[in-house]
């Protein structure tokens, strides 16, 4: 096993041709749903994605009836379902505990699970029921922070609220690329550590169309932060005899994100929250609160990578290979 580090040159690496990247924790017979319970949110990021896509329907719900017909398809699933609760911040979705009890009927297989992604400042998690089947995805935005009060208190409150009620929670820490922030990074970085919990250094990026671009970081930005470079979130690397372990840190420094013309087992979902499902990184969409069987009779293929880019960590979790022929059936990554 050879390890990239970041003095490794980046050319030096390109060029030996690996043909497989993959997380060792993404299954390919399960589905990755985002569903977009509203696209409310008590924040106004500047570098807000959803906010840019929906565009004039920012700050809309959808009925809780037809979030019901969103459940109902996914319950006809023969598959095991990792649903994420996106938004907007679906915390302040009013029917939000709800939602959640319901879908818990739905996620019956043993190896479904129910994330929930928030921004961490409202406080409803102390009435979040305890499963082991949720977890926590959490992330704070330095943009406001005057909405968790002093030293991010409130954020970091609600995750050690979260961790002593047993859940598993994990941080996306945001890397914003302007130095104004930096301290702030480093500060969350340490309490988070603290904290024992899971953190992820998230790289920022923006959507033009169907296009996904990452913001700009300079050379300083990785000097600065290079202790991420060991946290450990891992992506693989491999061809027939060798197999590299690259952090996030390591795989957006050395600008290893093209995959455009591989086959890629992309198994994840984005529902709308006006209940259209789309495949990531298609512009196809049907309506599942008029199609309920559409998983029941959905038939899971591969896709070849039309991308110049491949930035969402979802996707790049997901198997792609440059040739079907290299395919191995015996990998435990395949079960």
């Given at each position: 096993m050879i390890i990239l580090t970041p003095s490794t040159p980046q050319t030096t690496f390109i060029n030996q041709q690996f043909t497989a990247e993959y997380d060792y924790n993404h299954y390919l017979d399960r589905y990755y749903i985002y569903w977009d319970l509203s696209t409310q949110c008590n924040f106004k990021c500047s570098y807000c994605y959803a906010r840019a896509e929906y565009k004039d329907d920012w700050n809309k719900i959808d009925s809780y009836s037809r979030q019901l017909l969103v459940l109902k398809a996914l319950s006809f699933s023969d598959k095991p379902i990792f649903l994420g609760f996106h938004g907007g911040e679906p915390t302040v979705h009013p029917r939000f505990i709800d939602l959640i009890t319901e879908s818990l009927k739905v996620l019956n297989h043993k190896d479904s699970r129910l994330y929930i992604v928030t921004n961490g400042s409202t406080s409803v998690f102390d009435d979040i029921p305890i499963n082991k089947k949720i977890y926590l995805l959490w992330s704070c935005h330095m943009e406001f922070k005057q909405k968790y009060g002093k030293n991010y208190e409130k954020f970091l409150k609600n995750i050690q609220l979260m961790k002593e009620k047993g859940f598993k929670n994990k941080v996306n820490l945001l890397l914003i690329p302007n130095k104004r922030y930096w301290n702030d990074i480093h500060y969350l970085y340490s309490k988070l550590k603290e904290l024992d919990v899971i953190i992820h250094p998230h790289f920022i990026y923006t959507v033009n169309g169907s296009k996904e671009i990452i913001w700009d970081y300079?050379?300083?930005?990785?000097?600065?932060?290079?202790?991420?470079?060991?946290?450990?979130?891992?992506?693989?690397?491999?061809?027939?005899?060798?197999?590299?372990?690259?952090?996030?840190?390591?795989?957006?420094?050395?600008?290893?994100?093209?995959?455009?013309?591989?086959?890629?087992?992309?198994?994840?979902?984005?529902?709308?929250?006006?209940?259209?499902?789309?495949?990531?990184?298609?512009?196809?969409?049907?309506?599942?609160?008029?199609?309920?069987?559409?998983?029941?009779?959905?038939?899971?293929?591969?896709?070849?990578?039309t991308s110049d880019n491949c930035l969402s960590d979802g996707v790049l979790k997901c198997l792609k290979i440059r040739d079907s022929s290299n395919i191995n059936k015996d990998k435990d990554l395949f079960i």
């Open positions: 300079p050379k300083e930005f990785f000097d600065e932060f290079k202790e991420l470079n060991f946290v450990q979130c891992k992506y693989i690397f491999e061809n027939d005899s060798e197999h590299v372990e690259l952090t996030d840190y390591e795989l957006f420094k050395n600008d290893l994100c093209h995959f455009k013309g591989w086959l890629c087992y992309n198994n994840n979902f984005e529902i709308k929250y006006n209940g259209l499902l789309r495949r990531i990184c298609t512009n196809h969409f049907i309506d599942l609160t008029k199609d309920i069987f559409f998983f029941k009779r959905y038939k899971f293929t591969p896709m070849k990578c």
